[in-house]
C-alpha cells in the first residue's frame, strides 16, 4: 500500500494532538512487533502509574489504533499485520477484563462449583465473527457469546459472600465483562459489545450452560446459525470444557456428509443482506457503496470461503479454518477453486478491507460506507494512494464485479422458485391424474423415447412408491423438477431411453431422503447431466453410483475428475485424514472407503469415455490396491495393543489379478501374509493383525466394503495358517507345494509392508519358478488342472465365455504359465511379473512359441479383457458374447494351445 498523510485520519490528529507525549509514544511502540507480552507491559506501566484497568485498557486500545494507523498508512504495515495485530488485542482485552471482573465476583459470591464434576468452573468466552477469525478490523465491534460449563452453586467462605446459581454467577460476570469494554468514558471505549449470535439472540439468556447450549442447537439452531459458529473461537475457559464444546459444536456446523444444501442456505441469508442493503440504500442515496454487505463485497468473498466450508468441512478437517484468507487459500490448494480465481478473490479481500480500514481512520467510527460528502471521499481515496475519488471508485466497482462474478458462480439460482414451483405443480398434475400413464407416454414420444410405455409405468411406479409419497412436499418437488430435466437429457445423450430412465429413477429414488444430494444436482445442471451419461454407458455405474451417492461430489469438476491418478498425494491426503480420527476404527474404515470410491469413480469417469485402456486402468486398479492394502495394514497396525514394535515386519503378498496387476473395478484381492520376526509375541500379533485386515476390508459400513479377501492361496489353503514366517513359506514352496500352487506364483508379487519380506518372496519365488521340471509330468498335471476348471465352469449356452471356454483367457493363461514353469530354468527372464501380454510377446521373441502367434494370442488376450470388461461394465457376471465376433481370436488361441501341448 503507498504511502498516504497520516494527518487525514481525523481519528489520530486529534487523540495524538491532546497530549504532546503521545506521537513519541506512537513512535517508539511502531517499532515494537506488537503482541500479547508488548500489550500487558504497557498495560502495566499504566495500572502501576493508579490508573484503573478499564481506563488503562482504552489508553492502550487508542495507542494500538494509532500505531496501527501510523504503520498503515506509512507503507510500513500491510493487511495481516493490521489484523492479526487487532485480533491479538481484542484477545487480550477480553481475558485480561474477564480475570478482573472473575475476580471481584469471586469475592462477592464465591467460586462457582459444577454440581456434576464438583470442580471449579470457568467462563468460555466465544470469539465470533471477524474476532473468531483472526481477522478483526480496526473499528469494530466484537460479536462474543458467554458459555459456562455446568450448573451449580457458588462455594462461598465467608458470611459476607453472597451465594448464587452458577447461571446468575456467570450472567452477572458477563455484564460486568460487556460494561468494563464498551462503557464510553473520556478515554473512550475498548470495544464495542454485540452479543446478538448468542442462542435465542436478544431474547436468550446472556450467559448458557454447556447442556443449554446443545439442546438448543439440535432442536432450534437455524442455518445461518452455522454460518456464524464456523468462526466461534473461544478467547477463555479450561481446556477440557473448550473440548466439550467442540464436541457439541462440531456437528451441529459440519455434516458429516456432503451438504450442498448449504449452498440455498446462504444464498437466503445474502438475499435478506442485500434487501436490507437496498432498503439503506433508498433512505440514503448518497450512501450507496458499503464495501462490506453491498454487492461484490466483503460479505460475498467470506460467504464464497465459507460454503465450501459447511459443504466438505464434515468431511476435510482442513477446511475448518476460521479465517477467510486461510480457507481461501486452502480451497486453491484442493483445487477446488482454481487457482487464479483465489488469487483474484484475495486481491480483491485485500483492497475491500484495506478500504474498509481507511473509512474507520476517518473518525474512528463503525462504518464500512463510503463516505456522503466529496471532500471526505477524497480523502479516503488518497488514504489509498488514488489521485482522486474517481480512480478509487473505477478499481471499487472493479473488484466488485470480479467478485459479483465469482459469487454468482455459485449462488445464482439456475431456476426462479416460480419457475421450480410451475414445473413441479403441471408434473404433480399430470403424475396424479387418471390418464397419468397415456399423458407421460405422449410427452415422451414428443422426446423420441424408444418404448414410451414401459418408460410410462416406470415413472409411475417409482412416483407411487411409499418411499417417495412419504417425502416432505419441498423434497418430492425437487425431485419432480429434476426428473422434469432429466427426461430431456436421456433422449439426448442415450439410445436406450427406456433402460436409462430405469436406472436414472432408480438412483433418484435411493438418495430421496438425502435433501444435500438433490440440492447438489439441482445446484449443478452438469453434475446430473454427467450422471445421467454414466449411467447409461454402464449399470454397473449406475449401480455403483446409487450405493455410494457420496461420489455425486466427485463429478462437479472437471480438472479433478479427468485428471490422472496421483498416488503420492492420495496417501498423503488418506493418512491425513486416518490421522485426525486416532483410534476411531468405524470412521478410519469409512474414510478407507470414501477415498477408494472417490478415485474409482474418476477412473470409471475416464474409462467411460474412452480415455483408458483396459491395461492402463487394470494398473491403476492395481496400484490403488496397493496403496490402501498399505494403509490399511499400518491404520491396524498402530491400533494393536502391546505390538513390541513401531514397524511391523510384516508383508501382504498379492496373488491372481492384483498379483498381476489386471485387477477389475469389483475383482476380490488373493493375498497371502508373511512375517519375519523372532519375537516371541509374533505369531499372535500378526494373526491378529491379518486377521482384522480381512475384517477391516470386507465389512459391511455406511460406506459400503473395501474389497472382498480371499486367503485360500496360503501355504496349505484353507487349512494352513493364516499368516506364515517367510521360512516356512520358502519351506511348503519348495517341498510340498501343488504344482497349481506354483502356476500361482507365476502372477504373484509384493504388495504393502516390509520391503525386505518383500525382496525375500521374490528371491523364493523365482527360485521355485526356475526349478528343472520334468516336461511330460509338467503337461500332465497342467492338462488335468485345466480339465477341472472347464468342468467347473460349464456353459449351456451358445455364445462363447469368454474366460472359461476352450480357445479363451484361461487357455492363454495356463499357456503362458506351462511356459514360465517349463523354460524359466533356461529363460530367468520368464520369472518377471509382467503380466500376460507381455510375457507371450516375451515368449515368441525368445523362440519357445512362434513370433507371429505369440502376437496373434496377445492381441486376443487384449481382446478378451476388453470385451469382457464392456459386458460386466452392463453388469452381466458371465462375460458371454456371439461366437462369429471372436473367431480370429479362438482360433488363433486353439492353434498356439495345439503346439504348445499337442
Not at 157 to 180: D, Y
Amino acid at each position: 500500500m503507498p504511502q498516504s498523510d497520516i494527518s487525514a485520519s481525523r481519528f489520530y490528529t486529534r487523540w495524538i494532538n491532546a497530549d504532546a507525549s503521545r506521537a513519541q509514544k506512537v513512535a517508539e511502540t511502531g517499532r515494537l512487533s506488537l503482541n500479547a507480552e508488548v500489550f500487558a507491559r504497557i498495560l502495566q506501566e499504566e495500572t502501576a502509574a493508579g490508573t484503573a484497568l478499564p481506563a488503562a485498557m482504552r489508553r492502550l486500545r487508542n495507542l494500538v489504533i494509532c500505531t496501527l494507523i501510523r504503520r498503515d498508512l506509512s507503507g510500513h504495515a500491510d493487511l495481516a499485520e493490521v489484523l492479526d495485530t487487532m485480533t491479538a488485542f481484542g484477545d487480550f482485552a477480553v481475558q485480561q477484563q474477564l480475570a478482573a471482573v472473575t475476580a471481584d465476583m469471586i469475592a462477592l459470591h464465591g467460586t462457582p462449583i459444577g454440581a456434576e464434576s464438583g470442580r471449579p468452573q470457568e467462563m468460555i468466552v466465544l470469539g465470533m465473527g471477524k474476532l473468531g477469525g483472526g481477522e478483526l478490523n480496526v473499528s469494530s465491534d466484537i460479536d462474543l457469546i458467554f458459555v459456562y460449563p455446568e450448573d451449580g452453586e457458588t462455594a462461598t467462605t465467608s458470611p459476607e459472600q453472597k451465594q448464587l446459581s452458577n447461571h446468575e454467577f456467570f450472567v452477572r460476570t458477563g455484564r460486568k465483562l460487556i460494561a468494563a469494554l464498551s462503557e464510553i468514558t473520556e478515554d473512550g471505549f475498548t470495544f464495542r459489545v454485540d452479543m446478538a449470535l448468542r442462542p435465542n439472540g436478544a431474547s436468550g439468556p446472556l450467559a448458557a450452560s454447556l447442556n443449554m447450549v446443545e439442546e438448543y442447537l439440535i432442536v432450534q439452531g437455524r442455518e445461518w446459525e452455522r454460518y456464524a459458529w464456523v468462526k466461534a473461537r473461544a478467547l477463555t475457559g479450561h481446556p477440557d470444557d473448550i473440548a466439550a464444546l467442540d464436541q457439541i459444536v462440531r456437528p451441529f456446523v459440519y455434516r458429516r456428509y456432503l451438504d450442498y444444501g448449504s449452498i440455498d442456505a446462504i444464498r437466503n441469508m445474502h438475499a435478506q443482506i442485500r434487501a436490507e442493503v437496498a432498503r439503506q440504500e433508498a433512505r440514503h442515496p448518497d450512501r450507496s457503496n458499503n464495501v462490506k454487505l453491498g454487492r461484490g463485497g466483503i460479505r460475498e468473498i467470506e460467504f464464497i470461503a465459507q460454503v465450501f466450508q459447511l459443504i466438505r468441512g464434515g468431511r476435510d478437517a482442513v477446511l475448518r479454518d476460521r479465517s477467510t484468507r486461510h480457507t481461501l487459500r486452502t480451497l486453491a490448494e484442493k483445487q477446488l477453486l482454481k487457482p487464479e480465481i483465489v488469487d483474484q478473490l484475495l486481491d480483491a479481500y485485500t483492497f475491500l478491507r484495506n478500504l474498509e480500514h481507511r473509512l474507520q481512520y476517518l473518525d474512528d467510527a463503525q462504518t464500512h460506507t463510503l463516505p456522503a460528502n466529496e471532500d471526505d471521499r477524497l480523502t479516503v481515496a488518497r488514504m489509498m494512494g488514488y489521485a482522486d475519488t474517481a480512480a478509487l471508485l473505477a478499481t471499487l466497482e472493479e473488484q466488485r464485479a470480479l467478485v459479483a462474478l465469482q459469487f454468482d458462480e455459485i449462488f445464482d439460482d439456475r431456476k426462479s422458485e416460480q419457475q421450480q414451483a410451475e414445473v413441479s405443480a403441471e408434473l404433480h398434475a399430470v403424475l396424479s391424474a387418471s390418464d397419468s400413464e397415456e399423458a407421460i407416454a405422449a410427452f415422451l414420444q414428443t422426446l423420441a423415447f424408444d418404448h414410451p410405455e414401459e418408460a410410462a409405468r416406470r415413472m409411475l411406479a417409482t412416483w407411487h412408491s411409499p418411499r417417495l409419497q412419504s417425502l416432505p412436499e419441498a423434497s418430492r418437488n425437487k425431485l419432480v423438477a429434476l426428473v422434469n430435466a432429466a427426461l430431456p437429457l436421456i433422449a439426448k445423450v442415450t439410445q436406450t431411453h427406456a433402460a436409462t430412465l430405469g436406472r436414472m429413477l432408480d438412483f433418484l429414488e435411493a438418495i430421496a431422503r438425502r435433501a444435500a444430494y438433490l440440492a447438489l444436482l439441482t445446484e449443478y445442471p452438469h453434475a446430473l447431466e454427467r450422471v445421467i451419461r454414466m449411467i447409461a454407458a454402464s449399470n454397473w455405474a449406475a449401480t455403483y453410483l446409487t450405493r455410494h451417492p457420496l461420489l455425486l461430489d466427485e463429478l462437479l469438476d472437471d480438472r479433478t475428475l479427468k485428471a490422472a491418478p496421483d498416488w503420492g498425494a492420495f496417501v498423503q491426503n488418506c493418512q491425513r485424514q486416518l490421522d485426525e480420527v486416532p483410534g476411531d476404527t468405524e470412521r478410519q474404515m469409512d474414510i478407507l472407503r470414501e477415498m477408494h470410491h472417490a478415485q474409482l469413480i474418476r477412473l470409471l469417469a475416464q474409462d467411460l469415455v474412452g480415455d483408458l485402456t483396459v491395461e492402463r486402468l487394470a494398473d491403476h486398479l492395481s496400484d490403488l490396491a496397493d496403496r490402501l492394502v498399505a494403509l490399511t495394514m499400518n491404520a491396524i497396525w498402530k491400533m494393536l495393543p502391546n505390538r513390541h514394535r513401531d514397524v511391523p515386519q510384516f508383508a501382504v503378498i498379492a496373488f491372481g489379478k492384483l498379483g498381476g496387476k489386471e485387477l477389475g473395478y469389483a475383482s476380490d484381492l488373493d493375498v497371502i501374509f508373511l512375517y519375519d520376526d523372532d519375537h516371541p509375541d509374533a505369531p499372535a500379533l500378526y494373526a491378529k493383525l491379518a486377521q482384522r485386515f480381512i475384517t477391516w476390508m470386507t465389512s459391511h459400513t455406511p460406506a459400503g466394503i473395501l474389497f472382498d479377501i480371499d486367503t485360500a492361496l496360503r501355504p496349505d489353503g484353507a487349512s494352513g495358517l493364516l499368516v506364515t514366517t517367510v521360512a516356512s513359506f520358502e519351506k511348503y514352496e519348495t517341498q510340498s507345494a501343488w504344482l497349481w500352487e506354483h502356476q500361482a506364483l507365476t502372477r504373484a508379487r509384493f504388495c504393502a509392508g516390509d520391503t525386505h519380506i518383500g525382496e525375500r518372496f521374490e528371491s523364493i519365488r523365482e527360485k521355485v519358478l526356475c526349478q528343472s521340471r520334468d516336461d511330460g509330468k509338467l503337461k500332465q498335471d497342467i492338462l488335468e488342472m485345466r480339465k477341472k476348471m472347464h468342468d467347473a465352469h460349464p456353459n449351456r449356452t451358445q455364445l462363447f465365455d469368454l474366460k472359461h471356454d476352450a480357445g479363451g483367457m484361461i487357455d492363454i493363461e495356463f499357456i503362458v504359465q506351462y511356459l514360465v514353469l517349463r523354460h524359466a530354468a533356461d529363460q530367468p527372464r520368464l520369472t518377471g511379473d509382467i503380466g500376460n501380454i507381455a510375457l507371450l510377446k516375451l515368449c515368441g521373441e525368445l523362440g519357445l512359441i512362434a513370433r507371429d502367434l505369440s502376437e496373434q494370442c496377445a492381441d486376443a488376450y487384449r481382446t478378451f479383457r476388453r470385451m469382457q470388461h464392456h459386458i460386466r461394465l452392463q453388469g452381466e457376471e458371465r462375460a458371454r458374447v456371439d461366437k462369429d465376433k471372436v473367431v480370429a481370436e479362438t482360433g488363433a488361441v486353439t492353434t498356439l494351445w495345439q503346439q504348445v501341448f499337442g
